[in-house]
């Protein structure tokens, strides 16, 4: 799978939007982009994904660049509760593997 | 709406004794996944599981570990003989297929080896 590139930290004011980018310039035609986050000790939990065109569902939008070696994930209206570990992570959309490969991700800290 | 469940959620054990950590998976996932985070640090994949068996593992994943789904809806991971390495969040997860699709995550087991 493709490495990811992401900024250790970043700061968000409530209520604004969150603007996380993810750099996967060896990213190949058949992966996806993947964002999970890691709220304090829990389990992972899924953002969203997408393969090319942009992504919104209730929790965020994708944002990818038209030759695929970047993307940001944007909080529209970032809470506290968004407080988090972000990872963004590239994988095959078919294939003899399904593990997720976690980098160190990014950590958003959501200001009042 | 459905989620993946863990337990115990805290497990205190001495080196060398045999731990089970038990996990739901969501009902009609056939996919299931072990992975761990060692205090401070990435999260690790150890394993995946289909049909009864083994699809890949990690190099963590030694002969001290074994998984198995004893029955429709368990996934349990089995560490033999613990050591003091093995203290981390054990974290469970299953998906509807296998490469693409979304895995679910429980809420982990911190396990504690003295």
């Known amino acids: 799978d493709a490495k990811t590139t992401q900024p250790t930290s970043m700061d968000c004011a409530e209520g604004r939007a969150a603007n996380l980018p993810c750099n996967h310039s060896?990213?190949?035609?058949?992966?996806?982009v993947y964002w999970y986050r890691q709220i304090h000790s829990q389990g992972p939990q899924y953002i969203i994904h997408?393969?090319?065109n942009n992504e919104t569902n209730e929790m965020a939008s994708l944002i990818i660049t038209e030759d695929r070696k970047s993307s940001t994930l944007i909080l529209p209206h970032a809470t506290l509760r968004d407080t988090a570990v972000y990872y963004c992570i590239v994988r095959v959309a078919s294939g003899n593997t399904g593990k997720l490969i976690f980098g160190q991700g990014t950590t958003l800290q959501v200001k009042p | 709406e459905p989620e993946v469940t863990q337990t115990p959620s805290h497990q205190v054990t001495q080196m060398g004794q045999e731990v089970i950590l038990r996990c739901v998976p969501i009902?009609?996932?056939?996919?299931f996944y072990w992975y761990r985070q060692i205090l401070g640090q990435k999260v690790e994949f150890l394993v995946s599981?289909?049909?009864?068996?083994?699809?890949?593992k990690s190099e963590i994943f030694d002969d001290q570990f074994s998984v198995e789904r004893p029955d429709g809806s368990n996934f349990t991971l089995k560490i033999r003989s613990t050591k003091l390495e093995d203290s981390a969040m054990y974290f469970c997860?299953?998906?509807?297929?296998?490469?693409?699709?979304?895995?679910?995550f429980g809420p982990g087991t911190r396990l504690l080896v003295l």
């Open positions: 599981f289909y049909n009864n068996e083994i699809s890949e």
């Open positions: 060896t990213i190949s035609g058949n992966e996806y």
């Open positions: 997408g393969l090319k």
């Open positions: 009902s009609n996932h056939l996919y």
């Open positions: 997860a299953s998906s509807e297929e296998y490469s693409q699709e979304t895995q679910y």
